[in-house]
């Protein structure tokens, strides 16, 4: 392909200094998987304070249903709620159309696929292979959820995304900063998160080819850092005190979805973020894709690593 033909696939890095304009999101029609608690959880509660119409998606009703009513009790917001298992293509379909249907306008306009599990590192996983024995199977649970479930959740999103294409639609990807800074043990978790992120790759350029007939879509991802959330509460203490991370707060990801949906000059950016710090990752062929900026990122400490620690590796073997 010529230079001349080439169709631009990102748009420029995020500016981090402007500020926040939410108004473009009120009336907006948002699902979000895996929002009974965590980051999903975060995220439903501000984009329904910025006037969205948020249904939650999780497995976790008592979790999802509090969620929901204390959101109408203290605020007078209305949430929807959809019980689904993302893992289960009739469930979530289903979800779907409760989201469109809680919708005044009939339509979706916002897509979050937060659902997913932190996976086991491969030392359980030999554990259930004795060396005179024959191997069991191991557990599929976390790339179901990670990979089938997004999968799944896209492809849903793109459907009915292109029932109403004439505005525009956002599907923010969440992949983690070990899908570009790989450590050694967790051989599913990584594997998944690598597996949205070449999903996000693929979208992004895919979205931009007019001949595909897909809708008009933003797409982005984010890769948060060390967030204290229930999926990684009970190691934090241990990780911050004994290796000196950095632990952000969901509101740390919470900002940078915001801007991401709000900001209708970015698309096709990945960006990652931790305790008050949000970086474009230049996850692109101009910035080697991801890998300068992880590289500045470790050298200089700012997420909680580098040359001073006792090291980011080491902590997960």
């Not at 290796?243 to 952000?248: D, N, P, R, S, V």
């Amino acid at each position: 392909m010529t230079s001349s033909s080439f169709v631009p696939y990102t748009t420029p890095p995020v500016d981090f200094s402007t500020d926040l304009d939410l108004a473009s999101l009120r009336g907006k029609c948002a699902l979000l998987t895996g929002a009974a608690s965590g980051l999903g959880a975060a995220t439903a509660v501000a984009l329904a304070k910025a006037g969205c119409f948020v249904t939650v998606v999780d497995l976790n009703e008592a979790g999802s249903r509090a969620l929901v009513q204390g959101m109408e009790k203290e605020h007078d917001i209305k949430m929807n709620f959809a019980q689904a298992d993302v893992t289960s293509y009739p469930s979530l379909l289903t979800a779907f159309k409760s989201a469109i249907s809680f919708s005044p306008h009939k339509t979706l306009d916002i897509v979050i696929p937060f659902a997913g599990l932190m996976g086991a590192p491969v030392t359980a996983l030999l554990a259930n292979a004795p060396s005179t024995e024959d191997p069991t199977a191991p557990s599929m649970t976390t790339l179901d959820v990670n990979i089938k479930g997004v999968f799944y959740t896209t492809h849903l999103a793109l459907h009915y995304f292109r029932q109403s294409s004439e505005t525009e639609k956002n599907l923010i990807f969440v992949a983690s900063q070990l899908a570009y800074i790989n450590p050694p043990g967790w051989l599913d978790y990584t594997c998944s998160k690598e597996a949205v992120r070449g999903l996000f790759h693929s979208l992004r350029y895919s979205s931009r080819q007019p001949w595909l007939g897909l809708p008009n879509l933003r797409t982005n991802l984010m890769a948060p850092g060390l967030i204290d959330t229930p999926m990684s509460h009970d190691r934090l203490p241990w990780l911050e005190n004994e290796k000196g991370f950095a632990i952000g707060e969901p509101s740390d990801v919470v900002n940078v979805a915001l801007r991401l949906l709000s900001d209708k000059s970015i698309d096709g950016r990945a960006v990652s973020g931790g305790k008050d710090v949000a970086v474009d990752l230049c996850d692109d062929l101009e910035g080697q894709f991801g890998g300068r900026e992880c590289r500045k990122l470790i050298e200089s400490g700012k997420l909680g690593w580098g040359p001073s620690k006792t090291g980011f590796f080491d902590m997960v073997v």
